[in-house]
């Protein structure tokens, strides 16, 4: 600590003053408090001054706490990939230490009072979570408690306050089952004792042994504000200590308990608990951030849409927001020149020529909205012999107006207003109309002869229908394929013969599909497919017979996809697809007789966009990583494009205008457009402001959230996918024992079904080396095991209590796959226990998520179970998905025929089905499908539920990626009512019938209450 206050005395008061510093810290007296600010961590004089940079790594730091003894401070860092817990002199005098090796989540919770052990909340090898602790000289973690909580403090010897609920931390006003709660546990008692019970937020539990008093934050303000509060040691006398208007995300107690530091908005306060006086800080820093400096950053890896020109010889496309075009001519000497099209801070999207290659529109985001632009060379032919460019709007309005296409003579263009209203603007009278009535247009296309509009509209459900429409207001729409499958992305041939479409179901099966448009071409089909070039254009005026038009369907081929982009060559020759093997997502092509389909990339590139020259020889794709390459089609040869570029752009502008499209995607597509009476206007003003105080994409994602939190609403977001590259760790599938002193580590547990279990590990076997890799104590074991999966490894063991010398060898997996045997062998223990306790009467399922995949394992488990007499169905921390309708189908069936062979047993009709007596075991944890999956359950009067209610988050959303190619941002579009313009499930809970707490001892265990009271319930409902 002397060089920390040696600093701190001598240097000036001086530096920029700190704006948005997170999850502060105070050291052991209150004197010193630590912060994350811009990535580091810091340390200033609580009363303010100039801070002191602690750590300079590349990662992001957060969460310092102090030990007692004032020496270190720790912390959570992604330096690595993942997040770590790190080790710190408070005085920044040594190179941090890095003390976990592990993928799992760690949540810092404190110190021990010795200052010997870091305690975390992680899941590790739990079904839930659990405390643990580790030596601040690293080494394996040590399980505490078997219980998750969120935060924990120290009251005295035995006695603890803990913090539990998985409500998010941003979400303002949310009133439900999952809201946070402060308990006290006795760790010699084992006993659990809650102090707050409410639907309220109460969070972030301190103790004072100055005062005697517990002080938390809590939005039961009057003004529904989470501020600081304190309570007496047996939860009683509340009182409100502050009265901010804006949340107060944070807060930490001194070790001395006299003081407490917050944060609000990016702003530090200090509340001495004993004045009860409030002060903020003036601290500052000395640093060579500028948020008007410039990012650089490479356009080849950054790039978000793309469109070939015409002739082929050019190829615009949207990198960071604006559009840029690239010479592909290889003959001239402009080629692999790249040229800056648009320089605007607001970002551009959906880049398209005009037929003759002469201009390209786009939509922009600069005037608030999106509308519609058109850009020229201004002297040149082409944009790669240009320097200067005319820009022109020709589609604006007050809401938007986005993905413009062109008609193939150039004459008009479509686009979409809004939601998905389709309308057409008609360049030579300048009029605009809208095509059809629908309002959720998805998939669009152009016919040949610029007469006709085809496009794909959900039409139940999720699942679309393609239409066909002319070209003129008023015009009605035709169903084309009207078929139960999701049918999308109609795309005409250039000769007008056929219509080609994709359809998949949810199993994964996606069909590439074409409609013949006259009944003449579809009698002589075999001489059109032989006869048939890509060169080959209309003729005549394009002519649509619709009598009989469904009957006229082909299936080229089925590939193993979901919703995936595809395309065509321009007469349909080829098909390309993103498809599925088991190495991942890649291209494919096909030719259209479903003949020789070629796999033509490797290693999962995802083209996420695919597009066709116009001679169809050749075509390009975009990656899901945001490169462009270019593909042979026949030979099937592919290669990156080389973009050479930069793209300037200031943190500032950066992030201020990914926060203003992720703002705009709400605006525009929120489900309520009264935003849950949320001014949101006002909103991106009073959150935009903070974009200049901001360096790091974690600092933009933590601003970005408390803008979320605002609407109080379920299914948003805001992450970044194209991470660093993570760290990979192995597991074998053991949990090692910490008691253990002698050389290597000791096995406490094998988990069932690992790949230790498989090779024969035991309990009690010691570890002495990894590939002839002595295993210290200092390491976490899965240090050894880093980079290793799939991999074939020695282990050398001693085995027995004579120590008897082996070696092993085994094949490391993911921990995610150790996980998944995790959840498995908690599966398995619940129905042993319904089992026992039924005589195996009584069927046990536990539906996991609402995918297809566990739609697929509820149908197999139900057909193993068919002979039970009685069903617990268990849906407790499911995350959602999208099967309700397929399971509540499934349990409405009832029988209604009997069939019976000579000397046979009576079948009952509908053969498979469960007309039988269910218990559905619900709690907070279940989320979005896994709600309305229960609320159709006890309208429909399927069975009695039980448990505790449902978390009461249930909005359809999608995922959007923003202008930068990285930025995934949530757009919750869909609600769900009990009736048309009802009760909204949004913030409405589904009850159990019969309610049930679980105690907190019971987060990893089976023998639960609830599972206990469904089994107790199912027996009166068979009347057993």
């Known amino acids: 600590m002397e060089r920390l206050i040696t600093l701190l005395i001598t240097l000036i008061f001086s530096g920029q003053s700190v704006d948005w510093a997170l999850t502060p810290s105070l050291s052991p007296l209150g004197d010193y408090v630590a912060f994350s600010y811009h990535g580091d961590l810091w340390v200033a004089n609580s009363s303010g001054g100039l801070a002191v940079r602690v750590t300079t790594s590349e990662g992001f730091e957060g969460t310092p706490i102090w030990s007692p003894d004032g020496k270190w401070i720790c912390y959570l860092s992604d330096e690595s990939g993942n997040s770590e817990i790190y080790l710190v002199p408070s005085d920044g005098s040594t190179p941090p230490e890095r003390l976990t090796y592990h993928p799992a989540y760690e949540l810092l919770l404190g110190f021990s009072d010795d200052s010997k052990f870091i305690y975390f909340s992680s899941s590790m090898y739990d079904f839930r979570g659990g405390v643990y602790r580790i030596s601040i000289k690293g080494g394996n973690p040590e399980k505490v408690f078997d219980f998750e909580v969120n935060s924990i403090a120290r009251i005295d010897g035995s006695r603890f306050l803990i913090e539990r609920g998985n409500e998010p931390w941003y979400r303002k006003g949310y009133r439900g089952p999952a809201d946070r709660e402060i308990w006290v546990y006795d760790s010699v008692s084992k006993k659990f004792e809650r102090l707050t019970d409410n639907n309220l937020r109460d969070t972030r539990p301190m103790y004072s042994s100055k005062t005697g008093k517990i002080y938390f934050l809590s939005n039961r303000a009057d003004n529904g504000i989470t501020n600081l509060f304190e309570m007496d040691i047996n939860g009683k006398n509340v009182k409100q200590l502050t009265n901010f208007d804006e949340e107060i995300n944070w807060a930490s107690i001194s070790q001395d308990g006299s003081r407490i530091v917050m944060e609000s908005l990016g702003r530090l306060y200090i509340y001495d608990c004993l004045k009860g006086e409030l002060i903020r800080p003036d601290i500052r820093v000395v640093e060579d951030f500028n948020p008007k400096g410039h990012l650089i950053m490479n356009i080849s890896e950054n790039i978000t849409d793309f469109s070939i020109s015409p002739d082929g010889k050019e190829i615009a496309f949207i990198a960071l927001g604006d559009v840029f075009v690239s010479c592909l001519d290889t003959a001239s000497l402009d080629y692999g020149k790249v040229v800056r099209i648009t320089k605007t801070p607001a970002p551009e999207k959906d880049i398209t020529w005009s037929p003759d290659g002469k201009r390209l529109y786009f939509s922009s985001l600069r005037d608030g909205n999106y509308n519609i632009y058109t850009v020229r060379p201004q002297t040149a032919d082409r944009f790669t012999r240009d320097y200067s460019f005319v820009e022109e709007c020709v589609i604006k309005g007050d809401g938007t107006e986005k993905e413009p296409l062109l008609s193939p003579d150039g004459s008009m263009i479509a686009f979409k207003r809004d939601r998905g209203k389709l309308f057409v603007k008609d360049l030579r009278s300048g009029k605009e109309f809208r095509v059809g009535s629908h309002n959720d247009v998805l998939w669009v296309s152009w016919s040949p002869d610029s007469r006709w509009l085809a496009y794909s509209r959900t039409e139940l459900g999720p699942r679309e229908d393609v239409y066909v429409v002319r070209v003129k207001e008023g015009a009605?729409?035709?169903?084309?394929?009207?078929?139960?499958?999701?049918?999308?992305?109609?795309?005409?041939?250039?000769?007008?013969?056929?219509?080609?479409?994709?359809?998949?179901?949810?199993?994964?099966?996606?069909?590439?599909?074409?409609?013949?448009?006259?009944?003449?071409?579809?009698?002589?089909?075999?001489?059109?497919?032989?006869?048939?070039?890509?060169?080959?254009?209309?003729?005549?005026?394009?002519?649509?017979?619709?009598?009989?038009?469904?009957?006229?369907?082909?299936?080229?081929?089925?590939?193993?996809?979901?919703?995936?982009?595809?395309?065509?060559?321009?007469?349909?020759?080829?098909?390309?697809?993103?498809?599925?093997?088991?190495?991942?997502?890649?291209?494919?092509?096909?030719?259209?007789?479903?003949?020789?389909?070629?796999?033509?990339?490797?290693?999962?590139?995802?083209?996420?966009?695919?597009?066709?020259?116009?001679?169809?020889?050749?075509?390009?794709?975009?990656?899901?990583?945001g490169k462009l390459y270019l593909c042979d089609v026949k030979k099937g040869d592919y290669r990156e494009i080389n973009l050479k570029g930069d793209v300037s752009i200031s943190y500032h502008d950066l992030y201020r205008n990914l926060l203003l499209e992720g703002w705009w995607m709400l605006k525009d597509g929120f489900y309520d457009e009264k935003m849950h009476g949320v001014d949101w206007e006002a909103m991106f003003s009073k959150y935009s402001k903070y974009m200049g105080f901001i360096k790091t994409y974690t600092e933009f994602n933590n601003v970005t959230y408390r803008m979320l939190g605002e609407l109080n609403a379920s299914h948003l977001g805001v992450w970044q996918a194209k991470e660093y590259k993570r760290e990979d760790f192995g597991d074998i599938g053991v949990v090692i024992d910490n008691s253990y002193q002698g050389p290597g580590v000791r096995v406490a547990k094998v988990i069932r079904k690992s790949p230790a279990d498989i090779e024969g590990f035991r309990s009690g076997d010691v570890i002495l080396s990894i590939d002839g890799q002595k295993v210290e104590k200092d390491k976490q074991f899965s240090f050894y095991l880093k980079n290793r999966i799939g991999e074939r490894v020695a282990v050398e063991l001693l085995r027995g209590r004579r120590g008897k010398r082996d070696t092993m060898f085994v094949n490391p997996v993911s921990y995610w796959t150790v996980r998944d045997l995790i959840y498995k062998e908690w599966v398995r223990r619940n129905r042993e226990i319904v089992d026992s306790l039924s005589g195996g009467k009584f069927a046990y399922l536990h539906i996991r998520g609402m995918g297809d995949e566990n739609y697929r394992e509820f149908e197999k488990d139900i057909y193993e179970n068919r002979n039970k007499i009685g069903l617990i169905l268990d849906i407790r921390y499911n995350g959602g998905g999208h099967i309700h309708d397929e399971l509540l189908n499934f349990l409405r069936r009832t029988h209604y025929l009997v069939e019976q062979e000579r000397d046979g047993l009576p079948e009952y009709n509908s053969l498979f089905r469960w007309d039988k007596p269910i218990v559905l075991l619900i709690n907070e944890y279940c989320f979005s499908d896994a709600e309305i999956f229960p609320a159709g359950f006890k309208k429909l009067g399927l069975g009695k539920v039980v448990g505790v209610p449902t978390f009461g988050g249930v909005i359809g959303t999608n995922n959007y990626t923003l202008f930068d190619g990285k930025t995934v941002f949530r757009q919750p579009s869909e609600g769900w009512f009990y009736e048309p313009y009802g009760v909204s499930l949004e913030n409405t809970s589904v009850e159990p019938d019969i309610y049930v707490e679980n105690e907190i001892v019971q987060d990893n265990d089976s023998m639960d209450n609830q599972l206990l009271k469904a089994i107790e319930v199912l027996k009166e409902m068979v009347g057993d």
């Not at 081929?557 to 390309?576: C, K, M, Q, V």
Request: proline residues 4%; hydrophobic residues 35%.
């Open 476 to 625: 009605t729409p035709i169903n084309i394929t009207d078929h139960p499958n999701d049918d999308y992305k109609p795309i005409w041939t250039r000769d007008g013969k056929r219509l080609f479409f994709a359809s998949r179901n949810y199993e994964g099966d996606w069909w590439v599909k074409y409609i013949f448009l006259s009944e003449k071409e579809f009698r002589n089909k075999r001489e059109f497919l032989k006869s048939v070039k890509d060169s080959d254009s209309l003729k005549d005026t394009l002519a649509i017979e619709f009598e009989g038009i469904r009957d006229r369907t082909i299936t080229v081929y089925r590939f193993r996809a979901y919703y995936n982009y595809y395309t065509i060559s321009p007469n349909g020759l080829y098909i390309a697809v993103q498809a599925e093997d088991l190495n991942g997502n890649d291209l494919w092509i096909v030719d259209h007789e479903g003949k020789n389909p070629r796999q033509i990339t490797k290693g999962s590139l995802k083209p996420i966009k695919i597009e066709f020259s116009s001679d169809g020889d050749w075509l390009a794709f975009l990656s899901e990583k």
